[in-house]
């Protein structure tokens, strides 16, 4: 009788060096598959850190420029552009305004980086309301669903006039997607895509982005985003946003909702994308800069899990450091 037992099948022969580990790889990154969140800061002289983010800013026009540089130099995919403008009021109208700081941004963008990275940028009123809602506020303090879209839709059209190629529509209102491609389509932006984020929680996980846009929210956008306990709910709004004309639809967050991200990536026929958000960036440098976890580790392993599930592509604050960790692999 022997002293040990010797199996059959033996999955460890594809773990045994990391040359074999590679050739049997799944799931794979690719700098093409990121895209790189950016705030930029009207009236900044120079570049703001945002404490609850350590290593993201709040850029000044000139910063901006020269992360952009940066940004393209490491083969990333694109830029998401949110704007912090100085001053905000109730129908938030810096975001139609053509010289309101997202607007002007995106012509930067344009003019530094030009076909390098797809430009894209967030339409949402948020950043722009005195409020901190995403839509119109009526007089009993709820977000009117149909004003906002109008509004949305003047967004449109002033981000697709500045030189955007995707509009990210976060705002979670019914039949945003369907306004949105009605006007670009009458006013002859055909080829501008929507990027609908479709399952957009109600999530803990914003907290740090409230910091880095200024947020002036009251409340809670409970009415409007989705509960974090209805799956079913978020594959829905996907289908939805699909039938309306999207482009690509997103998940968001990425890191409590992966089961909602494989769902729709099993039922979806166009790109499913997802952002790993503020909060799950915050997690991961608090516990790193604690000597908890592994920091480089951590954030591949985290990245690869939102791939894993589904997303074609991923937006994430650690875009163009990943970017120059897997060139050197």
């Known amino acids: 009788m022997t002293d040990h037992f010797s199996p059959r099948d033996r999955p460890r022969r594809l773990r045994a060096t990391p040359a074999m580990r590679r050739l049997v790889a799944e799931t794979r990154l690719h700098p093409a598959e990121l895209v790189l969140p950016m705030f930029v800061r009207e009236g900044a002289s120079d570049a703001v850190a945002i404490s ?135 006013e002859g932006h055909t080829d501008t895509a929507i990027l609908s984020y479709s399952a957009k929680y109600a999530s803990a996980f914003y907290g740090p982005f409230r910091e880095a846009v200024q947020s002036t929210l009251t409340g809670d956008r409970r009415s409007y985003q989705l509960d974090p306990g209805n799956a079913r709910e978020g594959l829905r709004e996907t289908i939805l946003d699909a039938a309306e004309g999207a482009d690509i639809v997103m998940v968001k967050p990425a890191m409590s909702y992966l089961d909602v991200l494989a769902d729709t990536a099993a039922h979806s026929d166009i790109p499913v994308w997802a952002y790993q958000v503020s909060g799950e960036y915050a997690m991961i440098e608090a516990a790193a800069a604690n000597g908890w976890i592994d920091r480089r580790r951590a954030i591949e392993e985290s990245v690869v899990g939102i791939r894993r599930a589904g997303a074609d592509a991923v937006l994430t604050y650690w875009a163009v450091e990943l970017a120059h960790w897997l060139d050197e692999r």
């Open 52 to 186: 609850s983010m350590p290593g993201v800013q709040q850029h000044s026009l000139d910063s901006f420029r020269r992360a952009l540089v940066d940004a393209a130099a490491a083969g990333i995919g694109g830029v998401m552009l949110f704007g912090v403008p100085e001053q905000r009021d109730a129908s938030g109208s810096g975001a139609t305004d053509p010289n309101g700081i997202l607007n002007v941004a995106t012509r930067a963008a344009v003019a530094e980086i030009g076909d390098a990275l797809v430009v894209q940028t967030d339409l949402c009123l948020d950043e722009f309301t005195d409020h901190g809602h995403c839509g119109v506020v009526d007089d009993r303090g709820r977000v009117d669903n149909d004003a906002t879209l109008v509004r949305y839709r003047d967004m449109a059209i002033a981000q697709a006039e500045s030189g955007s190629q995707l509009l990210g529509l976060s705002g979670m209102m019914d039949g945003q997607v369907a306004a949105v491609r009605d006007i670009l389509d009458d």
